[in-house]
């Protein structure tokens, strides 16, 4: 059996077409469906597809008073995956939910409730470890500054970070004695 076509599906009882382009409130509960948005993030998507702004706005509005929307929600969720699971720290998470769009005081406050109970030393040393793969220590100097670069990409103070190198290297200077 096939399903009827969504033009085919917007009929009305007369058999007359109805308009064809779903309304900004159904585009975005599909957005939505697929995956967790911030406002911005909706807003575009939804102008990106011609709807006009006072409909955008309004389904918008609509879909904030249901908790549909959440930029709070949402921060809190991608902030924990991030340091969780991804191992991130704390600068690179909050560049990144500013770039989503949520505001610049929500992410400073989420970011600063997830990394609340975290060390971030122990954050680094992870990272080292999962980078290293087993790998006894870095080699030169050379290795030691792209460890450098790719601990501050994630998003480490570069306080931590120089900590973490000089320890790794005082490790390694007293195992080869």
């Given at each position: ?69 959440d930029d ?52 680094v040393a ?52």
């Amino acid at each position: 059996m096939r399903w009827p076509s969504r033009a085919a599906s917007s009929r009305t009882s007369s058999g007359l077409g109805a308009e064809t382009r779903p309304s900004a409130y159904l585009d975005a509960l599909h957005f939505l469906a697929r995956r967790a948005l911030t406002v911005t993030e909706c807003r575009d998507r939804l102008l990106a597809r011609q709807h006009a702004e006072d409909k955008v706005d309004a389904a918008i509005e609509h879909l904030l008073e249901i908790g549909s929307l959440d930029d709070r929600r949402l921060a809190q969720a991608h902030a924990r995956t991030a340091v969780e699971i991804k191992g991130r720290g704390r600068l690179r998470v909050v560049r990144e939910l500013q770039a989503r769009g949520v505001d610049k005081e929500v992410a400073a406050e989420v970011v600063s409730e997830v990394f609340g109970e975290k060390d971030e030393r122990s954050l680094v040393a992870r990272a080292l470890q999962k980078k290293l793969r087993g790998r006894p220590r870095p080699a030169d100097a050379a290795e030691y500054a792209r460890l450098y670069q790719f601990l501050m990409r994630q998003g480490f103070t570069p306080a931590v970070v120089v900590e973490s190198l000089r320890r790794l290297r005082r490790t390694k200077d007293d195992k080869v004695e």
